[in-house]
């Protein structure tokens, strides 16, 4: 890519999408200078006060309501794709046509079809393409991770994570397109497909699931008569109501290639935990701990404790840590970081990969990543309609 300008985009101006939308205006601020320069160029979203208000709040210059208005504009060069993942397929082949650079958020799709369909355009795209796993991205979980690998912890023997959320929690809180959809595809696809991804980057992966429970604990949502942000709750008086029809929590045990087990829970409805990712890492010399509440730490526990002083030891994010040094304005032990920074460090290796340059960051999750994540998924949600089964991952 020879420009030294590149036009970008996002599609949907929802919570996720301001975020993408910040972090494309952040990306030049992190990590190597040298690359191209980025324009933010348009905000898309079906409902027109939303991509204004982004626009106008993140320097875009244009905003539409029609994602096609994006698609036909030969000036855009990168998009991010953040709306309903049935739209995603459609979107993103669209976009590659008009060639134009794709980073899609996750879950990649909204079917195993539409998945593969959109694996299989990655191949012959000829441009950059790559889903939304930002938690990649995260210092302190990369450090656990590139620890793992190292073999700090010796073998690893047991994962356990979960992530456990509250934006369902609420029965008033209106019907939205991710409660719509197969078992597999509600709490499970959302941030499960997070969990799965990270627990994936830590120990490797997985070779089967088993065990796999599914419950929708609220089985119908008021409908909204206008538009309406996640999480935003309704007066349910003589509103009509329709059906929930996705899990709401989802458990499940797991094989990794390596022998290492895994014990895994998600969930839209945990009452007052707005966004509690934790990954706990065992191995036969050592143990991490994670929580994304207390980001700018893990805890480790090993044999370098002298006899009689183990336990587990706080060991605050610092420069040593992979992503910190260059991705931080104040890059020192105890400043920490947000899961914010994560998208921004994602849009920097996306750009990366754009510009044909290599200094240093690996690159981005591709469309078969997501499209294996939606295996994965696939098989829980298979296990869980066969009373607990063990399934392989194909």
Same mark, same amino acid.
């Given at each position: ?69 994006? +698609? /036909? ?5 990168? &998009?991010?794709?953040? %709306? #309903?993942?049935?739209?995603? @397929?459609?979107? *993103?082949? =669209? ?23 959109? +694996? /299989? ?5 000829? &441009?950059?393409?790559? %889903? #939304?796993?930002?938690?990649? @991205?995260?210092? *302190?979980? =990369? ?252």
């Amino acid at each position: 890519m020879s420009k030294d300008v590149l036009n970008v985009a996002v599609i949907g101006a929802g919570m996720a999408g301001t975020t993408h939308a910040n972090a494309w205006r952040q990306v030049g601020t992190v990590y190597d200078l040298g690359l191209p320069k980025i324009h933010l160029h348009t905000i898309a979203d079906a409902y027109m006060p939303f991509a204004e208000d982004a626009a106008k709040r993140y320097g875009y210059d244009n905003a539409v309501d029609d994602w096609k208005k994006v +698609a /036909e504009n030969p000036e855009i060069d990168i &998009v991010s794709i953040v %709306v #309903g993942n049935a739209l995603h @397929r459609e979107i *993103a082949e =669209a976009l590659i046509r008009a060639g134009k650079h794709v980073l899609c958020e996750k879950p990649i799709a909204d079917t195993l079809e539409n998945a593969k369909a959109m +694996a /299989e355009a990655e191949k012959e795209a000829g &441009v950059v393409t790559s %889903v #939304g796993f930002t938690f990649r @991205r995260n210092a *302190a979980l =990369a450090e656990v991770a590139k620890l793992a690998k190292e073999g700090h912890f010796g073998e690893i023997a047991h994962i356990d994570g979960r992530y456990w959320c509250d934006y369902g929690c609420d029965p008033t809180t209106p019907m939205a397109w991710r409660y719509k959809g197969p078992m597999g595809t509600g709490a499970l696809g959302d941030v499960g497909s997070h969990l799965i991804d990270s627990a994936e980057l830590v120990a490797g992966p997985l070779k089967a699931v088993s065990g796999a429970t599914m419950a929708t604990l609220i089985k119908e949502r008021p409908v909204a008569k206008g538009h309406v942000t996640r999480g935003t709750a309704l007066d349910t008086d003589n509103a009509e109501m329709d059906t929930v029809e996705n899990d709401d929590v989802a458990t499940f045990t797991a094989e990794f290639e390596s022998g290492a087990i895994g014990t895994f829970s998600c969930s839209r409805v945990a009452w007052n935990m707005p966004n509690s990712l934790q990954i706990q890492v065992l191995g036969t010399k050592g143990r991490a701990e994670w929580d994304l509440a207390r980001t700018g730490e893990i805890k480790v526990d090993d044999v370098n404790s002298p006899a009689g002083l183990g336990g587990p030891r706080q060991v605050l994010v610092n420069p040593d840590f992979p992503y910190y040094a260059r991705g931080n304005s104040m890059p020192v032990a105890g400043v920490g970081l947000t899961q914010i920074e994560q998208f921004t460090y994602q849009a920097h290796a996306f750009l990366q990969q754009v510009a044909g340059v290599e200094n240093g960051l690996p690159k981005c999750a591709t469309f078969a990543d997501g499209y294996r994540e939606m295996r994965i998924a696939d098989a829980i949600a298979r296990s869980a309609a066969a009373g607990g089964a063990r399934i392989e991952i194909q």
